[in-house]
Every structure is written in C-alpha cells, then in structure tokens.
C-alpha cells in the first residue's frame, strides 16, 4: 500500500522550509520531540545485534527542543478522500432516571469527498464508484474536524527550535521581563526566522493551518524581528494562512515606539497595530489609546490590544476604545481585546453591559484561556454573542515556560473550565478552536463541510468532536486547501 506522508523516516534536520515536493534534508542525532513523535520504530529489532547479542542503543539527542523539519509529497491538483467519518446529528435517548431525553451520542456516516482545487468540491456516497483513473485516499474511518485556528501567538520569539530553558524568576515584575528580553533580543535575532520555522511545524503537528501572530517591535529589535517573521511565513504561504500584528512589547509610549510602529506599518504585510496596558505600561491611558486608534486609521488596519489591567483601569479604556469604534465605522469588526483578565471581576450584570456594547460595534475577545483563579467568563462572553477567539500565546520563551501550539487543548480547558461534560457540550466547544466552524450546529444539523468550503481539514482517530475534545488524539493527517501538510493518508485500494 502507497502511502503519501509527511514524514517518511525518523524525523531529522530542523530549519528547513516545508516544500510540495519530496526533499532531502542534512541529517542529525534525534531530537528527543522527533523521537516521541515518531511512529513504527522497529525497537526490538534495532536493540540486537550479531549472535542475539544487545546492541548499543543510539543516543537521544536532548540539546534541542523542536519539531524536525520533513518532506511532504503533494497530492494532485484532484483526487478523493474516501472512507470519511462526518457528523450527521445528534441522538437523543430517554433513560428510565430523567425526565427528558437527553443527546447520548453524535451520528455519523463514512462519505467520499472530491477535493478539487483546494476546495470540498463534492461530498458523496461513501459506497460510490469512483473513475478507474482517479486518485484516491484511504481516510480510514477517521473524523474530519475543520481546521484549527491559533489567533493569539507570539511567532518571532521563543527558546522553542533551540535548547531548553525555563522561564527565570521575577523580582520587580514586568520590568524584569523587559530587562531580559533587551538582552536576549539581539542573541535570538539571527535565529528567529529558523525559530518560528519549528513553531510553524509545531503548529502544522497539531492541526492549525491558521493564525493570527504577534511580532515585536521594539527600540532593541527594532524591524528585525518583523522581518525574520515575514520571511519565515512566506516560505509557508501555500500551507499556512497568517496575519501579522505589530506589537510595541516595550510599551508605545513608554519606550518611545510611535515612529518605529509607523515604519513597521509602512513596510506593509500587516493586519493588525498591537498595544499593550495603557494605563499601567504606558501611564497614559488615553494618550495611548488615541495614538493606537490614530495608527489603525492612518493605516487602514485593525487593533489587537493587550490588556492585562485590573478593572479600575482595563474597562475605562476598553470604553475609549469602543468610543473611538462608534466614531469610525470603519474599525467595526477590525478591534480585538487580548487578555481582558477583568472582565473576570465583573457582575453578572456589569458584564452584560459592557458585552452588548461589544456585540454591537462587533469587537472580538482573544483569550489564552488563563487557568486558576479569576478564569475568564469565555461562555457567558461566547453566548452574549461576542466573537471570542482563542491562541496558545506564548510557546517555551521567557515570558512562559509552557505551551504546545495545541489549541484543541485550549478547547477542553474551556470545556473543563465552564461546561459540562456531557456530549452535546464538549461538542459546542470545538467551536474555540475552529472559530466556530463547527460540523453541528446547537441544533444537530450539519453544518460543515460543504461543497465549496476550502479543504482545510483534519482527520483524527475519533468517533466525535466531543471525544476529539475530550481525548486529543493524535492529528494524523492535516491539510490546508487541498494540500496535505502533516501527517499521512495511505492511497486507496
């Protein structure tokens, strides 16, 4: 059996751009993330030598913490997907305890998929004849779930491609970050665009094909960072779907920033200008917050803005912001309030108010999904009809030893934070990691895919989105418009 994949051998090499065709990369020692993710090792086989005798196993490489690069066959322009698992709706069953009947479980049906074009062309019968000459690929049963969306990421820089470090203590808090990112800046700035090559993969490994990356720009760095990160996503233009917010880290104002965020928005390729605390980094809250707006206005961009604050001052600079939306139309639908870690301080009804005023000048909330106390009220915001977006934010850098690029696992810590963990609402929470691309609506219909979604998709070992929450499997095959980009599917009989 063929088997087109992404990885054709143990995993080596690192810094080395994902390519259509099959490519052949400087080999190295294992990393030991290579090692664990790598599949079908013969062990017992490699371990003996001559005579039945013990052979010296081969060391595991622990100097570097990454996602090997790997070669990618491309599959043609058409071919089919057979052996498909999509939801079809949910069953409802009574039990001789409750009042009512209750969803148990989520049906599904095997259906061959046409994938023409980078688009869900056709969706068929799975027992359909196809042409003698077509090419097709063995699904093998496993769940389609829609592709997965980090929109809150720091791409340009991590430890992550490199070795291991852990974040350092802190004794006057966010000065000591910033104090240390001055001095790492110019050592990570010639590898930064190698670094976010193995974040790519790392994101590519579990299931996303989109995101939404923040970069540095800085008086340290000052364009440096940006343009390793523009380079960096170029190379994976065809199989990654990016947008860039350019981000004062130092503070706007309190490092001086302005003019290097307009040379930065003036170079181009950017969605978003990013800010961060205007009152307790900038010490001016409305001062920044009117130039933030001023530079989205001048340059036709959206607002991403980091606010950490309590809310004595997050909410009065939440509201100047919004004030500016109801004065400029044209930012409706382009403003997105990162962190907001206050509006876990508000009543029930303080929190209804401000969330109608985002609905309706259509603000998005971006959440890292922050855990233990004062976790975010993500649902209460979600069903207030506020668009809440969610990204895995820092990954193994100074600001945060931890993160893993899996953002279905931002899924279930919403599940496990504020739902319940019956099917039909771990199923609902998919939505926080797909941008609420869901295959069922609230309602069991089907809703995804259809003929002319983009073929943008994940096949995993499971029998539902409620158990894919609930149990992370592997994503063993991940594809961007029609383009496999991690992982495997066999060729079918």
Known sequence: MQTYHASSRPAIGVGHSIEETNMVYPSSALSRRGFMGTTGLALGAGLLGRHGQAAAAPAIDVSMVTTPAASVQALPGTYYLVNVRLETGFVEERRAWLDMPVITRTKTELKTLRIANGAVAEILDGKVSLPADAAAFDAQGQLMLPTFRDMHIHLDKTFYGGPWEATLPTQHGRADRIAQERELLPRLLPVAEERTAAMIRLMHSQGTTVCRSHCNVDPVSKLGNLEHLKTALDRYKDVLESSIIVFPQH??????????????????????????DPTSFDRAMEKSVDTTVQLALD????????????????????NRFMDHVEKNRQLRGKVTFSHAYSLAELSKDELKDI???????????????????????????????????CGTDSVMDW????????ILQKA????????????????????????????????????WPRAGDAASFNLLPASCSAEAVARLPARRAVFHNGKLVYGAVPKAA
């Open 399 to 406: 600001w945060n030893s931890f993160g893993n690029c899996d």
């Open 299 to 318: 340059f036709n961009v959206g607002i991403d803005i980091h606010i950490h604050e309590s809310r004595a001052t997050a909410i009065p600079a939440f």
């Open 412 to 447: 279930q810590e919403v599940a496990r934070l504020q739902y319940s963990s019956t099917e039909f609402d771990i199923s609902r929470t998919l939505g926080y990691a797909t941008g609420f691309v869901t295959p069922l609506d609230d309602k069991g219909a089907q809703a």
């Open 251 to 276: 503070g706007l104002l309190a490092s001086d920033s302005v003019s290097l965020m307009r040379e930065a928005l003036e170079s181009g390729g950017v969605g978003y200008v990013g800010g961060v």
């Open 355 to 389: 969330t109608a005023r985002m609905k309706a000048l259509d603000i998005t909330l971006a959440s890292a999904v922050p855990l233990g106390k004062g976790a975010m009220p993500l649902r209460e915001v979600h069903e207030a009809g506020v668009m809440v977006i």
